[in-house]
């Protein structure tokens, strides 16, 4: 199915609120929501884990079990845990601007395997670094995350002999950042759920805390008791990136949040340590899909 046609098909309204179009597959299912009028608590749960992502719009999530009330933002990821109910508000969905996202629907065996094999793959049987833990995630996904989503939405949609093989692939792509997006997550909250060593933990706060500083190398490398060999190949093993380029997704965390507190984009920008307002901006839009200029407004 080509998108033109997937569109036509979302474009069949059943219902206003929470159209629905899916695609199963082995283990997954594919499903974009659209919505096309202001709506309050519209109720969404699952008996599976359900990775959502969205596309356009905003939606106001509230998660009772954890007393999570938050809005949630095109080029964000939020995950829920197998039967953990959701109440979603629409406050700003029109039928000229309908507020869309992407929801699969993963099994839990399957997002086992994959943390089993990650495990034997890096010879962390004894100890393992990736354990899925039922909690909330809600995070802002990187560019690859964002790529690999758009490639699912193409893969789940069409029709062929290889179909299945190649969205097996691309869910495994998706539970490793899931996982990986977890491990971090939970560290930073100093979670023990994953059984981590304290020095990569104590590593990763000590980025947090000097984020708007030059990255210092030599500084996690003391922390971790690792040459920096060791430490750049541990770290990119555990969390699926580099030092640098996870300093940088915090900085432009946090500069979205300056912004939309209404602080001019030359202080945020030269604050959190970026060299110049040009490279910030082409950054915070490839990260976020807007410009810091639009984030403001």
């Known amino acids: 199915m080509h998108t033109s046609q997937l569109n036509k098909k979302r474009q069949q309204l059943d219902v206003l609120i929470e159209n629905k179009v899916s695609f199963a597959a082995d283990n997954s299912e594919l499903s974009i929501y659209d919505t096309y009028k202001s709506a309050q608590k519209v109720a969404l749960h699952s008996n599976e884990l359900l990775f959502c992502a969205m596309l356009s719009g905003k939606k106001v999530m509230h998660v009772e079990s954890s007393q999570y009330h ?10 829920l845990a197998p039967k953990q109910g959701v109440l979603i508000d629409f406050p700003n969905a029109s039928i000229s601007a309908p507020t869309t996202c992407l929801a699969i629907e993963i099994s839990t065996d399957k997002i086992t395997n994959v943390a089993n094999a990650l ?3 890096q010879n962390f049987a004894n100890d393992a670094l990736f354990e899925y833990a039922p909690n909330l995630v809600h995070t802002q996904h990187n ?3 964002q790529q690999l989503l758009e490639r699912m939405v193409h893969l789940f949609s069409e029709q062929g002999a290889e ?3 190649l969205i097996d692939l691309a869910l495994n792509e998706l539970i490793t950042r899931l996982l990986q997006q977890q491990s971090r997550d ?3 909250a100093n979670c023990n759920t994953l059984r981590l060593k304290s020095n990569v933990s104590d590593a990763l706060h000590y980025i947090e805390e000097h984020v708007n500083d030059p990255l210092d190398i030599d500084a ?3 922390i971790t008791c690792m040459s920096r060999s060791k430490f750049y190949q541990q770290f990119k093993l555990a969390f699926g990136t580099s ?6 997704q915090l900085r432009l965390k946090k500069a979205r949040t300056l912004l939309l507190q209404g602080h001019p984009i030359s202080k945020v920008c030269f604050d959190l340590g970026f060299n110049n307002t040009s490279h910030f901006s082409r950054l915070f839009k490839q990260t976020f899909g807007i410009t810091p200029k639009q984030c403001q407004h």
């Open 70 to 79: 938050k809005a949630f933002l095109p080029h964000e990821s939020f995950v």
């Open 119 to 121: 495990n034997m793959q």
């Open 143 to 145: 560019t690859q995350t």
């Open 163 to 165: 179909r299945h093989y």
């Open 186 to 188: 939970l560290l930073l």
């Open 220 to 222: 996690l490398c003391k």
């Open 243 to 248: 030092p640098a380029l996870w300093q940088q």
